[in-house]
């Protein structure tokens, strides 16, 4: 199945415009960048309230709730772009350990951030005594995200 998949990305000549342009990849990436910079950013800001450093003065589920739609756009350009990344060339991704990797650790990140996390940044941290767990995991999670898909291109 996924030969047949990687033999038709192979062979679109719409893909091998992608795979051969010199400035389409660096575009792709750096929107890809964009939209992790933009997840990540929100993804610090809660977590750094969850745990009561800084933005004190605004209340956790006020601020969760500005915040939460730049989240899902960040993370839907991240997946989006990452998607026309991996689409010239699957099989060279889908063989590198790193990229392995960071799916996995992304699959467990997203499914954290919409279910254990979401639930926490929508009430008062002083209500939840595991908040700083909640949040060091939280991060840990998309900053092993960002750390593998850096390992992609230097480690393999």
């Known amino acids: 199945m996924l030969h047949h998949l990687w033999q038709l990305s ?4 719409t893909i091998d ?3 051969n342009s010199k400035y389409a990849i660096p575009l792709i990436q750096s929107v ?3 939209g992790l910079t933009i997840l990540l950013g929100v993804t610090v800001i809660l977590n750094l309230r969850l745990l009561g450093i800084g ?3 605004f209340r956790l589920p006020s601020l969760s709730a500005q915040l939460w739609n730049w989240a899902r756009g960040g993370l839907f350009t991240m ?3 990452g998607f026309f990344v991996f689409l010239p060339d699957p ?3 889908a063989a590198n350990r790193s990229f392995q990797i960071k799916m996995l650790i992304l699959i467990a990140a997203i499914i954290y951030q919409f279910t254990i996390f979401k639930r926490a940044v929508r009430h008062d941290p002083s209500e939840n005594k595991h908040s700083a767990l909640i949040a060091i995991l939280s991060l840990a999670l998309w900053f092993g995200v960002g750390w593998a898909g850096r390992g992609i291109a230097f480690l393999g």
């Open 10 to 13: 192979y062979e679109s000549k």
């Open 17 to 19: 415009i992608l795979r």
């Open 32 to 34: 890809h960048l964009l």
């Open 55 to 57: 933005m004190t003065s």
């Open 79 to 81: 997946i989006i772009s």
């Open 91 to 93: 099989a060279r991704y």
